[in-house]
């Protein structure tokens, strides 16, 4: 390998550089992840769910389903690609023997910077300004990395399809103008549903918590959670018995995955500046040219008559 020492210097400076400015030389399509739309908080809309109003009559579930056309008939248990909005009761555990169950709604946190939306491929996932995430099956190519990257496990994939994609609550009750509120909203009896700006329903939260001390646990769900969901909960038992994970982050995952992709090039660029050095190194005294043996001569027999 024929490598100048005054060569192999000039490389290894350069990848010592590369490493030290590995942030910069990203690709551009790699570029830092905004509020996967940004939104302003006096914009945003969102749902405040108070679970202690919930009474499990399923209104919501079956509401969801009319407005998006989906099959009424079935006895869902868990979200799927046909069941956008769920009402699951849980058992919870209760100083006497007999557990008390729980009914709680679920579907598509909204998150404020959802890791779905980074995920995608394609962009068939887009947060819009309103605070909604919203799904584009004619964009979709069912590649499921959405499914990979919710922490919360809400797309869903239609494996009874010919053409499998996802589908998740994405409030389409309200793109044709009919709503001013999510079908789901006014289809609840209870009122445990309350829409409206998000600000405004955190200040709604935060006051009833506040009042009410022994009612509630003194913690919004949504509120920081993984840079904050546009679905806010109210409980008066641990989310964790609700189903909720509780061991989410305060920032954003797109963020986090970000800080990542930013060091991969000064990686790859200071490897390869490492091994040309090895190369180089283990190659240093081989001969510059190759001696080629002469062919070695084989005594012929004279032929006897």
């Known amino acids: 390998m024929k490598l100048s020492r005054r060569d192999f210097l000039k490389l290894c400076g350069a990848s010592a550089a590369m490493m030290g400015v590995g942030a910069t030389v990203a690709p551009p399509t790699l570029t830092a992840p905004k509020a996967a739309a940004p939104v302003a908080p006096r ?15 399923k209104a919501c579930q079956n509401a969801c389903k009319v ?10 248990v868990a979200l799927s690609a046909t069941t956008l909005t769920i009402v699951d009761f849980r058992n919870i555990a209760t ?38 995430v919203t799904y584009d099956a004619d964009i ?13 496990g809400v797309p869903k994939y239609n494996w009874d399809s010919a053409n499998p994609k996802i589908n998740k609550c994405a409030q389409n009750c309200m793109a044709n103008g009919k709503r001013d509120k999510p079908a789901c909203v006014s289809a609840c009896p209870q009122q445990a549903l309350t829409y409206g700006t998000r600000d405004e329903l955190l200040t709604i939260a935060q006051a009833r918590i506040r009042e009410n001390p022994g009612k509630y ?3 919004v769900y949504g509120e920081k959670e ?15 018995a609700l189903g909720f994970r509780i061991d989410l982050p305060d920032i954003p995952l797109p963020r986090l995955t970000w800080d990542v992709q930013t060091k991969i090039p000064g990686v790859f660029l200071g490897a390869l500046g490492l091994l040309s050095g090895i190369a180089w190194w283990t190659h240093r005294k081989e001969p510059k040219t190759a001696t080629v043996p002469a062919p070695a001569t084989v005594p012929v027999e004279d032929e006897q008559d």
């Open 43 to 57: 914009n945003a809309r969102a749902t405040l769910i108070d679970t202690t109003k919930c009474v499990g009559c």
């Open 67 to 76: 407005a998006n056309g989906l099959p009424t008939d079935d006895r869902p």
């Open 95 to 132: 100083k006497v023997d007999q557990p008390q169950i729980k009914p709680v709604k679920k579907q598509c946190m909204h998150c404020e910077e959802p890791a779905c939306v980074s995920a995608c491929p394609v962009g068939a996932l887009v947060k819009q300004e309103t605070g909604c």
């Open 140 to 152: 979709c190519i069912g590649c499921r990395y959405c499914m990979v990257a919710c922490p919360f």
């Open 217 to 219: 646990v003194n913690h």
């Open 226 to 240: 993984i840079g904050g969901t546009t679905m806010l909960y109210l409980s008066n038992t641990s989310f964790e």
